[in-house]
Every structure is written in C-alpha cells, then in structure tokens.
C-alpha cells in the first residue's frame, strides 16, 4: 500500500485540497482531505482518452494486448489513466483483431474500444478507406462483444447510415455505447438516434457538415442538444474561436480526445493509417499532398490548450469526469475518490 501525505489533489467538486491518499494496486482506499489548498503542483485525476488510435510508435490496428500494455504505461506517463483503443473503417477480421487484443488485455488503463468505422456517410469519410464503409449490422457488435468480453464497447455511427435506429437501439440496450459522427445527417435523423441512447457526438467539427442557418444539420443539433461532443482541442483540428463556440454552447458537455494515431508523441517518422502514407513532422501529421491526416498530439497538450478558454480545473474535467461519464465508467475512474484509480 502506498500513503501520500499531505499532498495536494484536486479534488471531485474541483477545489484544491491537501490531504492524505492510501492506495493500493492504483485503487484509492482513502481520501482524507484536511484543508482547501492552493494548486501548485496538485495531483490530478487521470484522464480518459475515448478516443484514440495509437501513439509511441503503436498502432492499435495492428496492436497485441501486450502492444496495448506497452501503449498504456506510456500513456499513463504522460497523464491519460484509461482509454479505448479506437479502430478505424476496415475490414471486420482486422477490426475483431483489435476487439480480441483489448479483451485479452489485462492492463486496469485499456478500458474497452472505440470502432470509429464502418458505419458512417462516405461523403464524411475524412480519412478514412472508402471500401469498407457499411450499412448497420448488428453482428458486428455481436462479434466484438464476444472478444471485448466485459470490456466497453463504444461505436461512432453516422445517423443516416441504413439501419442506424435499430442498430443504435441493439448496441444501447445491449450495455453498448453510440457517438454520432462523420456525418452530413440531419436534425430527425439525429434526434432519433438520440432517442435510441446515442449519448455523444464523435469530433465536434470534423468530419461533420458544417452548419447550416436554414437548413440546421447534425451540427446544429450538436451544438444546441444535451449530449456530449469530443473535441480534439489541439488547435490545429479545430481553431480558437471554434473551441470558444463549443464551450460556449455545450458547456459542461465537452470531452476532450486525443485523436492520436501511431506517429503522435514522436519526433518525426513516416507512417501508414487508413491505408495511405502518412508523414510526421514539426507537430503535424499530413498526407503526400499535405493535407492535415491524423492528430499528433497529447491529450494534455489539449487540455491546457482548452484552459486557456474555459480554465485549467474545467479542462481537466472535460478529460476525466466527462469521458469516463460518457463510457459509463465514472464509478471506476475521472475523479480521486475512494473506489477509482489513480496512477502514482
Ligand atoms: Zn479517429
């Protein structure tokens, strides 16, 4: 068992305490807080990353659950405790290796998985390989939820895709989770999978139509309902005066992500993701014609960058509170409290 005393932590109301902390196997026992505190050099909760494809080196396409355990150990170094290993539109085989990877993989951090793709409107594809974009099918969450096990299961959807409601409906009442995204759907089409316990919105912005005034559309939809939106607030994805909007309109509902694939945390490298060539250089990841491919960057980068609109303790929430709410697992991790984990 380890003691921290008197240390300083944020505490779950958002508050600096100093106090005492026992933990044992990165479970808190105690939180004994003594006095309101100052922030400097404060312990925080672990962040969860919903959504990210590799880092390091690691590609969670081709990763072993040993690969992911040595993703999560560099990760939690750099601040992010949980996370779902996210794939992209592939074909079902790769996407059930990943799902077994995750299932097998005995790491507390890897806390399920993010399938991105197939199911979402090709004309909001982004980057992802046109060829294995699909209609709905609820055996695709069948096969994975065999692999994953007990492990969470998050799916981004696009609403328009054919047989959406249904699949939404199957995933949600089967302990599943739905994010709405890479989508041109409309404000019906996003209502409905709302109904249907669709909880969030994949990447505010990106890869979604843009608003429009008369029309309205998922954005629209997004920025005026009461899911939560990701947003890769790295300030280059998405601009500052956009973030502003966001935080503006959604408030308490924003989860930051990373967004990360295999060349993020390195200097600089050539990479493959979605099946093109992908090159890493000066904090930017782009295709052979130069055009903005993947996200490099750290979730930490994205939260002091989001603190500078909404303040530090906020941020930090957007990227532990909101994201384990929004995979169910705010009981396990997102705050230090008896009960949840924390890596020190
Ligand atoms: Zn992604």
Do not use: W
């Not at 196997?25 to 404060?42: F, G």
């Not at 590799?54 to 170094?77: F, Q």
């Not at 967004?259 to 992908?278: H, L, P, Q, V």
């Amino acid at each position: 068992m380890k003691k921290l005393c008197d240390r300083v932590y944020l505490g779950p109301d958002y508050n600096y305490y100093t106090g005492d902390i026992c933990i044992e196997d990165d479970v808190i026992l105690s939180v004994i807080p003594k006095e309101k505190s100052e922030p400097k050099q404060a312990l925080l909760p672990p962040f969860v990353d919903v959504h990210i494809h590799g880092s390091y080196g690691i590609d969670c396409m081709n990763a072993s659950d040993s690969d992911l355990v040595m993703l999560a150990k560099r990760l939690r170094e750099n601040g992010v405790g949980g996370f779902l290993p996210t794939a992209v539109a592939s074909d079902r085989d790769s996407i059930l290796k990943l799902a077994e990877s995750v299932g097998k993989c005995k790491d507390k951090s890897v806390l399920g998985i993010h399938i991105e793709g197939p199911f979402l409107s090709g004309e909001y594809k982004g980057i992802m390989d046109e060829r294995y974009i699909l209609p709905c099918d609820n055996t695709l969450f069948d096969d994975v939820k065999s692999y994953a096990k007990d492990k969470v299961i998050r799916f981004t959807v696009a609403p328009e895709s054919e047989g959406s409601e249904g699949f939404c409906k199957y995933v949600c009442k089967n302990g599943g989770y739905v994010s709405m995204g890479h989508s041109g759907a409309d404000n019906e089409q996003c209502r409905a999978l709302s109904k249907r316990g669709a909880n969030s919105y994949t990447h505010l912005f990106n890869a979604m139509a843009p608003l429009h005034h008369r029309l309205g559309g998922i954005l629209s939809e997004a920025l005026s309902d009461e899911l939560y939106c990701e947003l890769i607030a790295d300030g280059v994805h998405v601009n500052k005066e956009a973030l502003n909007i966001a935080y503006k309109c959604k408030k308490e509902k924003l989860v930051l992500i990373s967004d990360a694939f295999e060349g993020a945390g390195e200097e600089k490298g050539t990479y493959s993701f979605c099946g093109k060539t992908i090159y890493v250089l000066n904090g930017k990841a782009t295709d052979i014609n130069g055009r903005l491919a993947a996200s490099v960057g750290e979730l930490k980068k994205n939260v002091l960058n989001m603190a500078s609109i909404c303040g530090f303790e906020t941020a930090v929430k957007f990227a532990s509170e909101n994201p384990a709410r929004v995979i169910g697992k705010f009981e396990k991790i997102g705050s230090i409290e008896e009960g949840k984990l924390l890596f020190v």
